[in-house]
């Protein structure tokens, strides 16, 4: 029977032993553990930074998608505003006799709508008759000698705008 004691003893002994190692290695591990959470620190850092990335690169899209629109806009509106100034020139070189003709008639009608289509689209159309040069509005095409300089007296050309932005500066005529 004191074999059996005996066997039974280092039985669990060697089970004792087997369980202090036990412990002793997952106290070993523990930095292994701070480890790991140096880098799950690393990896949320990463996480929010390539959130944030993402969230810069969806604002510069849609700022260049923005853009790109309204540079195509701008260049749609750009040919279409000679034929407004042709339609101007039409009517008011028209004689006094022709003005009251069918022809005429469509012509006026057409240029009002083409006009007005334009401000739907926020083009907007300004008068410089009456007013200062603005160098960032006009270009002076001609001089005319006067006592008042730099007032506009003729346009060949208005000056547009889109938004807040200038689409097409005036060609205007001002007194020197």
């Known amino acids: 029977m004191t074999t059996t004691w005996n066997t039974d003893n280092d039985d669990l002994q060697q089970e004792l032993q ?17 480890n790991t959470n140096d880098e799950v620190s690393s990896l949320k ?5 390539n959130q944030a990335d993402y969230q810069n690169f969806k604002k510069r899209v849609e700022r260049d998608r923005e853009d790109m629109v309204y540079f195509l806009k701008v260049d749609i509106f750009k040919r279409i505003l000679p034929r407004v100034d042709d339609l101007e020139r039409i009517i008011k070189n028209t004689p006094e006799d022709q003005k009251n003709t069918s022809l005429f008639e469509w012509v006026t009608i057409l240029h009002k709508n083409l006009v007005k289509n334009l401000e739907d689209l926020w083009v907007m159309a300004f ?3 009456n007013t200062e040069v603005n160098p960032d509005k ?22 547009y705008m889109i938004w807040d932005r200038v689409l097409r500066i005036a060609k205007v005529i001002v007194w020197s």
């Open 18 to 34: 087997e369980d202090l190692d036990n412990i002793q290695e997952e106290e070993n591990e523990t930095p292994e553990i701070e």
């Open 45 to 49: 850092e990463m996480l929010a930074r």
């Open 127 to 129: 008068d410089s008759i």
């Open 138 to 159: 006009h270009e002076v095409m001609t001089q005319v000698p006067s006592e008042t300089p730099w007032i506009i007296i003729d346009e060949f050309e208005k000056w």
